[in-house]
């Protein structure tokens, strides 16, 4: 499922990208997992109860690890258009 930053309503906000990515830019108030550790060990890294939404550059990345995480049980959201869309619309 894909959402806009303006529904993101509190949601915990997981930027996906390696850490470099992360420490060059990322969206205030998000938290960096990269995308392999997310996808091997998911419980580790969020719960069940709670909802997320997960980004990456430009939105492609992170469809595909939301879309598999909420087979697994989650719920998780990817951000329209990832980082990069925000930064269009927030710069």
Do not use: A, W
């Amino acid at each position: 499922m894909d959402i806009d930053f303006e529904n993101i309503n509190g949601r915990k906000l997981i930027d996906i990208r390696d850490s470099y990515k992360y420490l060059e830019k990322h969206i205030p108030g998000s938290i960096n997992i990269e995308e392999n550790k997310i996808l091997l060990m998911p419980e580790y890294y969020i719960n069940r109860n709670e909802e997320y939404v997960i980004y990456c550059d430009n939105g492609y990345r992170s469809m595909k690890v939301s879309n598999f995480l909420n087979t697994q049980g989650y719920k998780v959201y990817n951000l329209t258009g990832g980082i990069n869309l925000y930064l269009k619309n927030n710069s």
